[in-house]
């Protein structure tokens, strides 16, 4: 069975700070890897996936993910953080078919 | 291009009444998923669908809990005699027919609170 796993609940990170909100898989197979953000009371909205090729995949709003394959991991990261990425992120991982699996989120919080 | 629309957004019912919470996918989009947020949690897989078919529906409850999508109008997620344990958001997602490899967009899901 594969899983997702979010060690943090919750990153707080200073305008104009660089952020990083962690994701660690676990698939049988090539894994499809995808980052969502979840604005209050709206559904997911997805910022980008790795499927195959170069290891840093660019996405929506400046986003960027780094697939790790020795680590098992796809940390998203954004160079310089706005108020407005303020918002939950899922990290989701698909294997064989067509079901994606969840992390619990991370709530990323940037201040002025 | 509307996006994935859902209804009811927001849904009350009593214990033992039925729920219907509907899906239309994006335009182009022959492949519906539903799947549950739990509150504080992240989403669940329920089930996974085209027209027609039940591809996959290994998160589904066994019980009271049922889906479809027929050839014509929406996906309907039906929930048979609610109990309060089913209050949740029930997101929606659509993607084209690849398997695997394509992202799955999302509605704005239904928030179903059962009293």
């Known amino acids: 069975a594969q899983s997702v796993a979010q060690p943090e609940d919750q990153v707080n990170v200073a305008e104009g700070n660089p952020l990083t909100v962690k994701c660690t898989y676990s698939?049988?197979?090539?894994?499809?890897l995808f980052w969502y953000v979840q604005y209050p009371n709206r559904g997911l909205q997805f910022l980008l996936k790795y499927i195959t090729g170069d290891n840093l995949v660019k996405g929506s709003y400046g986003f960027e993910a780094e697939f790790n394959k020795s680590q098992t991991s796809f940390h998203l990261k954004k160079p310089s953080a706005l108020v407005s990425d303020s918002a939950l992120y899922f990290c989701?991982?698909?294997?064989?078919?067509?079901?994606?699996?969840f992390g619990t989120g991370t709530q990323l919080k940037v201040e002025l | 291009n509307a996006g994935v629309m859902q209804n009811p957004r927001h849904l009350v019912r009593r214990r033992g009444q039925e729920a219907r919470l509907r899906c239309s996918p994006m335009?182009?989009?022959?492949?519906v998923y539903w799947y549950r947020q739990l509150p504080e949690e992240g989403l669940k897989f329920m089930v996974y669908?085209?027209?027609?078919?039940?591809?996959?529906e290994s998160g589904m409850p066994k019980e009271r809990f049922s889906a479809e999508f027929p050839k014509e109008g929406p996906s309907i997620l039906r929930i048979q005699q609610v109990v309060r344990g089913d209050s949740a958001a029930y997101f929606c997602?659509?993607?084209?027919?690849?398997?695997?490899?394509?992202?799955?967009?999302f509605g704005p899901g239904t928030r179903l609170t059962v009293t």
């Open positions: 335009k182009g989009h022959s492949h």
């Open positions: 989701a991982a698909g294997g064989g078919g067509n079901k994606l699996t």
């Open positions: 669908l085209q027209k027609e078919n039940i591809i996959d």
């Open positions: 698939v049988s197979g090539n894994p499809y």
């Open positions: 997602a659509s993607s084209r027919g690849l398997a695997g490899v394509v992202e799955q967009y």
